[in-house]
């Protein structure tokens, strides 16, 4: 019989979460197929989170009284939309059984590579274990609580980012040579405790004492951290195989297509998609800047059930993606095409239409001047239908058609998609 790690006492030791087990819960829940991906083996898929034997029954039962109020008073209303939260003494004891728990599992691995530092290690696990079992001395480390968002601007963030920060889990202790701390990250929120030094620069509204507030926006300015989530992702990433992934996500999706478009991942990996596009989009120019925006941005009808809109949006980002992946030399042809169209109409003041193919995508652009949206939706239904008659049945391209309508200031474009 093993002792407990944390009364110390030799009782029959549980299996037990080091990541909260309702985060699992919840990632399954709001998963595209219902199950979980490791971050040690993000090509696997897993049932649950990882287990190990650690506690008794007794501190199992300690420490999921403070899970609970996490996870009911900061967890859960976070995704409801709370932006700010009252807390008690409960919560700092939360971080702190989360960092005690991760500190115990990466001690080994810290130990080989940092050693001149586990001493300052070992009297941050000392002082964590007492005050869980009741001591009043959290010693002097700080503990904060940062929430994450959908990145805005991100040019120089590695691929994978959005993933990671909105529905990675993750726990480890961070360290160099002139520092240490306890990094943990759920879905949404990441979670530090310092260890060496003690007191952590940059972080503002951050904190979490005894009691307080918990109130947002807040922020990190602390270049090293910033450092380490980056090589984080990076590291995370570099070993997935997206291939390997993505069939096994598909055919999960072809089961249960419903359950996967009102999903978050949907919303993550469109976000992930938006992020790569704004990227590339800003060595283009004013005209293809505007025409994938017309692809990206085309209106859908809010009154359909939440998977049919999630469908069309998977289906435009799919459009940007292929108009963005094109060649330099078609993007060229694309951007003299629309204005070609532009001055024959102009100039005739009669509808114009050209056409390009590449390998990915038929593109038909048109100028319809006329004086009703009726009008010009029928000529775009009538040009959509006449191209998908043309198309052989082994054609793998997408189809665009976008009309220009220079008379309408408000709307002046229609579209037809097809998604090959």
Known sequence: MESCALC????????????????GKWLKETSGTGLLRS???PDERV???????LLCDECEERLSA???YFAKNVFYPFFEGKTGYRYDFRLKKFMISLSWRTLLVSYADFKNDLPKLCGYVDKA????RKYLLGSLDAGPYEHHLFFLNFVQNGEDLPRGFEWYSLRGIDATLVGNEQRAMVYSKLPWIILVSSIYPTKLEGWEHTRIDDAGEIQLPQSIKDGGFGDFLLNRVGLVFGKLAPEMADKRILKTIKKKPKMFLTSQSVEVSLAEAKRRRDLKKRNLSRTLNEFIWIVEGALEDTHQPKEVQQLHRLGRSVLADA???TSEH??????KLIGLTIRESSRSHRDCKNTLDTDQLVIVFMVTPCFSKVSQRLKVAIEFRRMMRQRKKSEKRHL???SFNPYDKNMPFENAFYVA
């Open 330 to 335: 078609e993007l060229l042809k694309l951007e």
């Open 8 to 23: 110390k006492k030799k009782r029959p030791l549980r299996m037990s979460h080091v990541i909260p087990s309702f985060v």
């Open 39 to 41: 971050i040690v083996n």
């Open 125 to 128: 696990e000392e002082a964590w």
């Open 66 to 68: 403070f899970e609970t």
């Open 323 to 325: 108009l963005l992946d």
């Open 47 to 53: 049932q649950d989170l990882r287990t190990l034997p």
């Open 400 to 402: 665009i058609v976008t």
